[in-house]
């Protein structure tokens, strides 16, 4: 733990303004199941991971995870893009999003999936809930297939980045090295880039001054609840 952005805030007004206050009523908890590690797998490595983005005080992380999942598809593909969080916070509330009070990373792919998504340059982000200006755009997906439980989000990270939710309530002061101290009242939606023996290690939206680069390592297992809610990725 350390000093950063979020020292000056009550856990209380961290909580109530950088997090999700939306959770999944249909999440379980998940027994801690594992699957073999045969290898260690680093997205961040292999060019497959957009560059950390900052939400702002807006509960719009979920806007972000699904944001992250898309820009690595893309990159994988050999595409270079910036998506517009901004789109998806205006206007995606018919998939149940609420903007900057919250949604979930699935139900923007959703929205994705049937109106295609623009970008950050033709839809800048600014961190507050807006009217929606433009509905979709020529950034389109297929399909959002979701894993559940430690041994299905284990597997699939070893295909691409995939959107997770976790509980962060704890993870304001968070400077290095592999956190476990955290409960599962998940609260905050962020991108799984990589996995070892030891770790999981995530891309956070809180900008690149915030932890390890804008990183943070998860200890292995269902630290935080990452394995308890749906974990989508695209194709």
Known sequence: M???QFTAFT?????????NPRENPNKENVDIILAPINADIDWTTKGQVSPVKNQGSCGSCWAFSAVGVLESYALSKGQTVNLSE??????????????????????GLAYVKDNGITTTSAYPYTGKT?????????????????AKGCTNVQTAIQTRPIGVSADATNWSRYSSGVFNNCG???NHDILLVGLTSTFYKIKNSW????????YIRLALGNTCGICDDLSPWVQ
């Open 130 to 146: 807006q009217t929606c200006k433009t509905q979709g755009g020529s950034f389109k997906i297929t399909s959002v297939p979701t």
């Open 207 to 214: 900008g690149s001054t915030w932890g390890e680069q804008g």
């Open 86 to 107: 901004q789109q998806l916070v205006d206007c995606s509330s018919k998939y149940g999003n609420e903007g900057c009070n919250g949604g979930f990373n699935y139900q």
């Open 11 to 19: 856990d209380a007004e961290f909580m109530n303004i950088y997090l």
């Open 184 to 186: 599962r009242n998940l």
């Open 2 to 4: 350390g000093v950063n």
